[in-house]
């Protein structure tokens, strides 16, 4: 997707230990790969150099909850695996989101994934306002699609959709780690189909329904 989009370096948020920073280095791509944990930042440096490609990886520990120290329109695609749907307000995405918009080059892709508010855990725990709900510690913001279209003002939505695999509570269990591997199972590489059937397969489901605990997938373009 991002080489179809014409990209030749991609800055990853919440990058953790760099399952898709590793991806998308071995597949020839640049990778600025930030994330506020030192600790996942060194095991994707090591694996970076293990496999290969270390001269393709720099990283950065990095808040997302204030300004990305990098100038203006100076990388091609950004990439947020599960990081937007992280302890973060609706304040603090629009904010997240303008900082990718300042950065990304003219005509240049922003691609991430969340959990939505069809999620088998939506509602769970406690209420922290904005859609954010704890529960054992870990604090997730269950997207709808009023956030997402939010969030696009003044980009082009090209996407948006649920991710093809389910991480409903049976398959899941309990937060903070919902999947075997810690982390839900989604890839960019499931977007497919175009913006107009997207668009008409959104069903928004506010009652928890396993087929509908998906991950949500956008792409917006700047
Ligand atoms: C659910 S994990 C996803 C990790 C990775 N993208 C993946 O899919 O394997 C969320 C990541 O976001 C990071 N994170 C959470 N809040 C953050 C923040 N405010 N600033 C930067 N990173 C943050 C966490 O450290 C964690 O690595």
């Known amino acids: 997707m991002f080489r179809a989009a014409g990209a030749r370096d991609v800055l990853e948020l919440g990058a953790r230990h760099g399952r898709d920073a590793l991806h998308f280095a071995r597949e020839g791509f640049t990778v600025q790969a930030t994330d506020f944990s030192a600790t996942g930042l060194e095991q994707l440096r090591d694996a970076a150099s293990q496999q290969g490609v270390g001269e393709k990886v720099t990283t950065a520990v990095h808040d997302v909850r ?19 749907c992280m302890a973060l307000s609706a304040k603090e995405l629009l ?38 709900f704890e529960h054992g510690g870990f604090a997730v913001h269950l997207f709808d699609r009023a956030l997402v279209d939010v969030l696009a003002a ?12 389910a991480t409903s509570r049976a398959a899941c269990g309990a937060l903070p780690r919902p999947c075997p591997g810690g982390v839900q199972p989604v890839s960019c590489r499931t977007v497919a189909a ?24 956008a792409r917006c373009r700047r």
């Open 154 to 165: 003044g980009w082009t939505l090209e996407e948006v959709h649920a991710s093809r695999r």
């Open 66 to 84: 204030d300004p990305l120290r990098l100038p203006d329109a100076c990388v091609d695609a950004v990439f947020a695996r599960m990081l937007l």
């Open 194 to 217: 175009r913006q107009s059937l997207l668009r008409r397969s959104w069903q928004p489901q506010p009652q928890p329904q396993p087929e509908a605990s998906r991950p949500l997938v």
């Open 95 to 132: 904010a997240l989101v303008a900082e990718v918009r300042r950065v990304l080059r003219p005509g240049g892709v922003f691609v991430y994934t969340v959990r939505h508010t069809g999620d088998a855990h939506y509602g769970a725990g406690t209420a922290r306002g904005d859609d954010i």
